[in-house]
């Protein structure tokens, strides 16, 4: 039976949806702009590549040590306080970018921005699956995937004219407005969505632990390409990580002392849907990575060509993936999982065939393979895991699924990256 509370949300998910969508969008965007704009920037504040590149891993990093803590704090504080947040970070984090006039008040700028972003990237998923109904929950999160993709389709575009028009800075400033209005419909209606707190206290001590264990062990797996995995420092940041692990464990053993609880994870269809999405996210980050270099080294395309390429992905995420949250809401998940999974095998392993000699028309076709594979395996796995708990563990759930995306991609570009420059090393030698 519906009560009062459900008929307000159901008579307003389309406005709740809208502030979660122009958040996703905005720090989406900033991500694809800023791509564009690092060769400007190192020049323009005379940085090595290795400098600026911190701008990029500086937000990354802060991304994964967040989500998940901002996931349990939603549990306590309600979606409203979390979109005000998180949209007050990120203007504030522009702000701070434009008028950063050395690289490391940019980066301490980006550090602003990711702790809002982490925000918006920790409840979404959740915040969609609890103001859309139960037969609709792959809908709103498929339309929220398309968000994400608009915001990857759009950056490039957008970041060249603006790099031609107008400084560096610009590509921060279009920012300011998005946000403003994000945060002024975040407070018109979310005061009438209710908070539904946690019984439970925020514990900080596995709040701090797990934490530092995402923060040092992502730091670990991105320095290994340059370092190499037998150097000291990767060593120690990943006993750092195993310690921190290790404690973090131990408190959520604890009711008392739970974080999270890891009760969550003896659902086999979360544990399932989970471990599913982070292996996808591997496979898939060794494509992003490698592909541009086989198209600029091998193939001898222009940058332009390249990026023409790689937006196969993204505009298959655009279409495929709210059809796969419609059809998942009427099919249920398992099917589409298990195809998306099965297109792109075949399409990496077409990948793996991939010679100096591969006609262009071949290299599309793995793509459209690999996109489409993702794009319907996404959606319904993430309603399947989201739809496995209870409502009071959305919030956290959607800062877990949002933090696996995220390690994911660091393993799979570590791998990547590191299994390249092995098999390189040996063919040259």
């Not at 949806?17 to 020049?43: E, K």
Request: with cysteine; glycine share 10%; aromatic share 10%.
């Amino acid at each position: 039976m519906e009560t009062v509370t459900d008929h307000i949300i159901q008579r307003n998910k389309y406005n709740f949806f809208t502030v979660g969508a122009i958040g996703t969008f905005m720090s989406t965007l900033d991500g694809s702009i800023l791509n564009v704009a690092l060769p400007t920037i190192a020049d323009e504040l005379q940085c090595s590549i290795n400098t600026v590149a911190w701008v990029v891993l500086a937000y990354s990093l802060t991304l994964v040590s967040l989500m998940m803590v901002f996931g349990a704090w939603t549990e306590h504080r309600g979606y409203g306080f979390a979109y005000k947040f998180g949209y007050s970070f990120f203007i504030a984090g522009s702000f701070i970018c434009i008028l950063s006039t050395s690289i490391h008040l940019l980066i301490s700028g980006r550090v602003i921005q990711a702790i809002g972003s982490a925000m918006f990237q920790a409840v979404g998923p959740g915040m969609v699956s609890t103001v859309f109904p139960k037969e609709e929950r792959g809908k709103g999160i498929g339309l929220m995937v398309m968000m994400v993709s608009a915001g990857m389709l759009a950056g490039p575009p957008l970041g060249g004219v603006l790099l031609q028009h107008f400084t560096w800075q610009s590509i921060f400033v279009i920012n300011i407005p998005i946000g403003l209005v994000g945060l002024g419909l975040a407070v018109h209606h979310f005061k009438l969505f209710p908070v539904m707190r946690s019984q439970r206290s925020m514990r900080l001590a596995g709040a701090i632990a797990v934490s530092t264990a995402l923060l040092s062990g992502t730091l670990a797996l991105s320095m290994i390409d340059n370092y190499g995995i037998a150097d000291y420092r990767i060593w120690g940041l990943g006993i750092v990580s195993l310690v921190a692990a290790g404690f973090f464990f131990k408190f959520e053993s604890n009711p008392a002392t739970a974080l999270i609880g890891l009760d969550i994870f003896k659902n086999r269809q979360f544990s399932t849907a989970l471990a599913a999405a982070i292996l996808m996210f591997i496979s898939l980050a060794g494509t992003i990575i490698l592909i541009p270099f086989y198209l600029q080294r091998v193939k001898a395309f222009e940058p332009q060509q390249i990026g023409m390429y790689l937006m196969i992905l993204p505009i298959l995420m655009f279409i495929i993936a709210p059809i796969a949250g419609r059809i998942s809401d009427k099919i249920g998940s398992r099917i589409l999982t298990s195809l998306g999974l099965s297109i792109l095998a075949t399409g990496l392993f077409l990948l793996s065939r991939v010679t100096v000699d591969s006609a262009n028309s071949y290299i599309i076709l793995c793509l459209v393979l690999v996109g489409g594979g993702v794009s319907t395996f996404n959606t319904p796995n993430s309603s399947s895991m989201l739809g496995s708990v209870r409502d009071d563990q959305r919030a956290i759930t959607s800062g877990i699924l949002s933090t696996s995306r995220n390690i994911g991609m660091s393993i799979g570009i570590a791998l990547a990256t590191s299994l390249f420059a092995y098999f390189e090393l040996s063919f040259r030698s």
